[in-house]
C-alpha cells in the first residue's frame, strides 16, 4: 500500500533522510524504529505530502499523497498529539477534518466513543492531558475508517492501561487487513505490537525484516562443560561464536531453539540456555550503534 | 510543496480542466469551507473580536464625530450636513485591528499548534486550503463590518441628534446602505490581506507588526515625509485606498483624495490579492 522509493530529504548539508527504500505490508503491524533525529517524523511526513523530499518519492496506493482522491479515507495519521489549537474542543477538531473530508458527524460521535473520549469532547483541548491528547489524535486518524494507519509515538503519554489498548487497537487493526506503520524509540513496546521492523539511523534503512528474524538475530547465552566441543559444532553450522569463559559460550546468528536442538543432537549437555536479555533492544543498540546522531558520549 | 501543492498535477490520461476535475475542485473546496467555518467560530477568541470590533468602531465613531461636530459648531458653519455613516467609515480605521486579529489566527494558530498538518492531510492541495480559509474569513469579516458600521452609525446618529451638537448629524437611507456595504467589502479585503500576509509569515507577531505597518504606519509616516513620491506611494496604500473606496469625507492628507470610489477600490483589492498571492507562494514553496 505504501510504497518509498529511495527517499530523501536534506536540510543544508545533512541528510535527515537518505534513500530509504521499501514496501509497508497490509494486515501487519510495521514498526518503525531508530534513534531521535534518525528521520523518523520527516519520513511520516514526506509520506503525507507535508514535506518536499528533496528526492525521491513516497507513493500510496501507487500515487503520491496530494492525488488521493480523499486523503482521510485513505491515510490516518497522527503525528503529534499536541497538534490541536488549545482553544478548541476536540469534538470540533474533529468535526473539522470529518468536514473537510466529508465524513458524517455521527463517525465523530463514533470514534470518541472507541477513544473512550465522549466524555471530555466538549473541553478545550489545551485542558487535556497529553493521555487524551494522544487519544484525541487516535481518534482522528480512524475518523475515516482508513486502510492505512501511521502513528508517531503514539503510547508517549500514555498510563499502562492506555499503553495495553492502543496494543490491542494496532493489532485489532492490522488484524483487520490495513496497514499499520508505527515509529517508536521504545524497543520493548515494539516487540510486543510488531510483526516488520524497519529500523533507521541518520536517515539510512538499517533494517527491513519480520520481528522474528530480527530477534533470532540477537544473541544467545550457553553454559556448558562442553564448551569447547560446542563451539566448534556450531562454528561449523556458521553460528558466530565467542567464548566467555571456560564453560560459557555467546551465540549470534541462530534462533535459540536450534541452538539446543544441535546440542542435543550432538549429546552435549548445557546446564544454560537463554536469550540474552532484552534482545531486541541489544540487537538494536548493534544496529543503531553507530548512527546516533545525539547519543552521550561516555 | 511543488509538486502537492499545484492543481496541475492530475495524473497524465485526464485532461487538466476536465468538467469532473473542475466539479472535483468545487467539492473539496465546499468541504474546506465548511470545516474551516466550524473552526473559526469554535474557539471563543473570534467573538471577542466580533465583539470588540463593534465596541470600537462605536467608541470611535462617536469620539470622531462628536469632535467633527464641534468643529463645525465652534467655526460657526451649519449649512454642512454629516452623515453618520461618515464618522463609523473614519473609525474603521482603527477598529479594522480587531478584524485583523479574527482573520490572521485562522492561519496563524494553526502554525503557532501544530495543526496546520493536519488540516493539510485532509485538504492536502494547498490552494484549495487557502481559498476556503478566505471564503471564510471574508464573509465573517464582511457581516462584523456591517455590522460594526450599523452600530456605530446609529450610535452616532442618536448622540449627535443632542441640540448641543447643532443638529447636524443625519442618516439618509441610500447613502447610509451604499456605505454600510462598502465598510463590510472594506473589512474582507483587508482580513483576507491580514490572512496571505499571516499565511507568508506563519508567526502571528510578525504577522501583526507588518499589517499595521502597512495599514496604518507606513501611510502615515510617508504622509509625514511630505516627498511627492512618497506621498503618491502613501495614497496608494490600503488605508488611503480604502478611505477613497469609502467616499471618506475626512481623511489625514486635509484634502481630497486623488481618485475615486472605483479606483480606491481597485487599489485595496490588489492589495488583497497580492497579499494571498504572497501566501501561497509561501505555501506551496516551503514544507508545513
Keep these: 500500500m505504501i510504497s518509498l522509493d529511495r527517499l530523501s530529504k536534506r536540510y543544508g548539508d545533512r541528510m535527515a533522510v537518505d534513500g530509504l527504500t521499501l514496501r509497508l505490508r497490509t494486515g501487519a503491524v510495521t514498526g518503525f524504529l531508530g534513534p531521535n533525529g534518525a528521520g523518523k517524523s520527516t519520513t511520516m511526513r514526506m509520506i503525507l505530502g507535508l514535506d518536499r523530499p528533496t528526492e525521491g518519492r513516497a507513493l500510496i496506493g501507487g500515487r503520491p499523497y496530494h492525488e488521493l482522491e480523499n486523503p482521510l479515507r485513505t491515510v490516518g495519521a497522527t503525528l503529534d498529539a499536541r497538534a490541536v489549537h488549545p482553544g478548541r474542543s476536540v469534538r470540533a477538531h474533529l468535526l473539522a477534518l470529518a468536514r473537510a473530508s466529508g465524513i458524517g458527524r455521527a463517525r465523530v460521535a463514533e470514534v470518541l466513543e472507541m477513544v473512550g473520549l465522549d466524555a471530555v469532547a466538549g473541553k478545550r483541548a489545551g485542558t487535556l492531558s497529553l493521555g487524551m491528547s494522544q487519544r484525541a489524535g487516535i481518534a482522528g486518524a480512524l475518523l475515516g475508517d482508513p486502510e492505512v494507519l501511521m502513528f508517531d509515538e503514539p503510547v508517549n503519554g500514555l498510563d499502562p492501561d492506555g499503553v495495553r489498548w492502543v496494543r490491542r487497537l494496532m493489532r485489532s487493526l492490522a488484524d483487520e487487513g490495513r496497514t499499520v506503520f508505527v515509529s517508536s524509540h521504545l524497543m520493548s513496546e515494539m516487540q510486543l505490537t510488531a510483526d516488520h521492523l524497519v529500523v533507521i539511523g541518520k536517515g539510512r534503512l538499517l533494517v527491513d525484516a519480520p520481528l522474528k528474524e530480527v530477534l533470532a538475530a540477537g544473541a544467545v547465552l550457553v553454559r556448558t562443560p562442553h564448551a569447547g566441543d560446542l563451539a566448534l559444532l556450531l562454528a561449523a553450522e556458521g553460528v558466530a561464536v565467542e567464548r566467555r569463559a571456560e564453560n560459557e559460550l555467546i551465540a549470534t546468528g541462530a534462533p535459540i531453539e536450534r541452538i539446543g536442538d544441535l546440542a542435543h543432537e550432538a549429546g552435549i549437555r548445557l546446564h544454560e540456555l537463554s536469550a540474552r536479555e532484552a534482545s531486541l533492544e541489544q540487537a538494536y543498540q548493534e544496529l543503531t550503534a553507530t548512527s546516533v546522531e545525539y547519543g552521550s558520549t561516555r | ?288
Design chain 2, 1 to 288: 510543496m511543488n509538486e502537492a501543492g499545484t492543481e496541475e498535477t492530475a495524473s497524465p490520461p485526464a485532461p487538466p480542466a476536465s468538467a469532473g476535475a473542475r466539479a472535483g475542485v468545487v467539492v473539496a473546496v465546499t468541504r474546506g469551507v465548511a470545516a474551516e467555518w466550524g473552526k473559526v467560530w469554535s474557539v471563543r477568541s473570534t467573538w471577542w473580536c466580533v465583539a470588540g470590533t463593534v465596541v470600537l468602531t462605536v467608541l470611535a465613531a462617536l469620539t470622531l464625530g462628536g469632535s467633527r461636530a464641534t468643529e463645525l459648531l465652534r467655526d460657526g458653519v451649519t449649512t454642512v450636513r454629516l452623515p453618520a455613516t461618515d464618522a463609523a467609515i473614519s473609525a474603521m480605521v482603527f477598529a479594522q485591528f480587531t478584524l485583523v486579529a479574527l482573520a490572521m489566527p485562522a492561519i496563524t494558530s494553526e502554525y503557532a499548534s501544530g495543526s496546520i498538518r493536519s488540516t493539510l492531510q485532509a485538504t492536502p492541495i494547498r490552494g484549495r486550503m487557502l481559498a476556503a480559509k478566505a471564503l471564510v474569513v471574508a464573509p465573517a469579516a464582511f457581516v462584523t463590518g456591517v455590522l460594526s458600521g450599523a452600530a456605530a452609525a446609529a450610535a452616532t446618529y442618536l448622540v449627535l441628534s443632542a441640540p448641543i451638537f447643532g443638529g447636524l448629524v443625519t442618516l439618509p437611507a441610500g447613502r447610509t446602505a451604499v456605505d454600510l456595504l462598502r465598510l463590510g467589502v472594506f473589512c474582507a479585503l483587508v482580513s483576507v490581506l491580514a490572512l496571505g500576509l499571516g499565511t507568508a509569515l506563519r508567526n502571528a507577531a510578525g504577522t501583526l507588526t507588518v499589517v499595521f505597518m502597512l495599514l496604518l504606519g507606513l501611510p502615515l509616516l510617508l504622509l509625514m515625509s511630505g516627498a511627492p513620491v512618497a506621498m503618491e506611494l502613501a495614497l496608494r496604500l490600503p488605508m488611503f485606498a480604502g478611505l477613497a473606496f469609502m467616499e471618506s469625507a475626512d481623511n489625514p492628507t486635509g484634502g481630497p483624495l486623488p481618485y475615486g470610489s472605483a479606483e480606491g477600490l481597485a487599489w485595496l483589492a490588489g492589495w488583497a490579492v497580492a497579499g494571498l498571492a504572497a501566501g501561497l507562494a509561501v505555501l506551496r514553496r516551503r514544507d508545513a
